[in-house]
């Protein structure tokens, strides 16, 4: 009887979301996108590699609603050590996120499930890999961020827009979950933007305030300069943390001025960043270096004909807990396609 | 290691300014085509309102792809309503310069 009745049920919600999804416009069709790469990283002569898919799906529900999310594949081949010649492998599979959008006025959408953190902007803007132009996060990502997703609701939209300038904002509250997919803690927060067009200018703060045993709060605060008429971009942010700080500022230059992005330097991308973290206290829970940090990464990417990049990097950490070379490259494929063929 | 964060921040500096007043003189414009299928210059003039705000909002953070079916214009769009928190108006210009 159960059975019959959860049967029953997920017909019913299959044949309301294929009428729905019937009468949807033909540019609304659902679509599957993301990333592919095969990415190693070299850290003291030991090689590790790392094929991996991020693929996000999203799929719009009439005209106001959309569920979107997006998964992370992993398999990692690592050294064993100790001399041995052999590789240990483990895989990781997770959500990082699945959310229900209902965009509710013109200003304002509201978001259910689990969602990436708004904290800063690396987590929500950055990390897919066929976006990112290092492998590796900065280093003070976790501060406001936590896990990096947050299991609640949200609300979040363009307050105002005009020609001259515009403030966006998001506010969440998370709620705790120990659920194996979708994990959480406990806290609220939010960030504010202001863009100004004409300097392509973006300057925000964000907040986060985890009260899930004690109450801590995170400050984060971003600038992002990416000057008109220049494939230059400049990139930063700050974070404050109850233990530790930290900042970290990227900078790239497309040579597309050399006869545009296609030619063959053209195509060629120099990165670099810096980072400092500065711990005040010790704490084992907020995913900060247990030393000082300097860290100075400097990447090359190419970007390949059919959305396929390579990407370089050599970074050096210098800690007082040791220093470090790190060698990465990866080859990542981005892909963007309707799940069917629309009407 | 001081005078290394110094240096790599004034040089980081000076490169933006050398590279933003080389640019200014020096803009490309992009290739007629398929807008669906256009990749956006940073430098093209005579932008459309959609144009220039798909480069402010979309590009700020990415690449555009280099095409995708139109059919899937109106989910990217609404994709981006929610991610780049877009404002209707931000929207509806975005998704009229990809899928006129």
Redesign the interface.
Known sequence: MKIRDTFRRSVIVLVAVLWVTVQS???????ISGGIGFLTATKGGNTSYFPTAQPLI???LGSNL?V?GRAALLEDFSPEGNGQADYSHFHYVALSYLQL?Y?AT??A?V?GGEFLTPFGTYN???T?I??SNFEDAPLILSLGNGTGSSVGGMV???AL?NSRY?I???AYYSAASSNQNFSSHNGWGGRASV?L?AK?L?VGTSYTRATEDKHVNDFGLHV?W???????K?RSEFAHGAHAQGYW?E?D?RL??FG???TLLGRLEPV?R?Q?TFRSSPSSQDGLPSANT?R?DFGMDY?L???LRINTSYSRQ?SSSGNSNIWETGIIY?F???TW??? | MNHLRLIAIALLLLAALRLRSQDSRSSTPAPDGDRSHKTIQPGESHQSDGERKFAHHCGRCHNSPEGFSPHISGTIVRHMRVRASLSKQDEQDILRFLNP
């Open positions: 416009q033909a540019q609304d069709t659902p679509l999203a799929f719009p959309l979107e959008d965009i013109a200003h959408t978001v929500e803007r950055l897919p066929w976006i979040r939209g363009s827009s515009s966006d904002y998001a863009y067009p392509r973006e992002w990416e000057p008109s008429n220049s494939p230059f400049l500022l900078s230059y597309s001025r545009g992005d296609t670099f810096w400092q300097q100075a970007h004909p059919h959305e210098l981005r963007l396609t309707p063929r629309g009407k």
